[in-house]
């Protein structure tokens, strides 16, 4: 429980891609993943399914299933365009670009962790804090 960091198998979405996943889980239970079904992701970072197979999540067709909280779609813009545009019934280029940039400093702040462990190199944020 707690951070889960997943990279999207290549061929799961195809012909799409999502950047690396980025969420938070709380749960105790286990997803076993019918005949047909494939796993959204494979966990770098998390427990996922629970079922020791290292994948988070299930998708089949325009059929999405995930652990991750967060709240996903906001710390995953990509997927929201992914979802989006499946319900549009068009691809994801075919929606107006928005400005990002407040979501993608989260999402790298997010990740830090999992790119300075994958690159070997310290990946350096400011995080502002409020006073409470």
Do not use: C
Not at 10 to 30: D, I, K, R, S
Not at 89 to 110: C, I, M, V, Y
């Amino acid at each position: 429980m707690g951070e889960v960091t997943a990279e999207v198998t290549a061929t799961t979405l195809a012909p799409a891609t999502l950047p690396t996943l980025t969420g938070f889980e709380n749960h105790g239970g286990v997803t076993t993943l019918a005949e047909g079904i494939t796993p959204l992701a494979r966990v770098t970072r998390g427990v996922g399914n629970g079922d020791g197979s290292g994948t988070e999540g299930a998708v089949t067709g325009r059929v999405m299933g995930t652990y991750l909280h967060g709240p996903v779609l906001a710390r995953n813009p990509a997927m929201a365009d992914l979802l989006l545009a499946w319900a549009l019934d068009t691809d994801t280029s075919a929606l107006t670009p928005l400005n990002d940039s407040a979501h993608e400093s989260l999402r790298l702040a997010r990740l830090g962790p999992q790119l300075a462990g994958a690159t070997g190199r310290k990946v350096r944020h400011r995080v502002r804090r409020r006073n409470q």
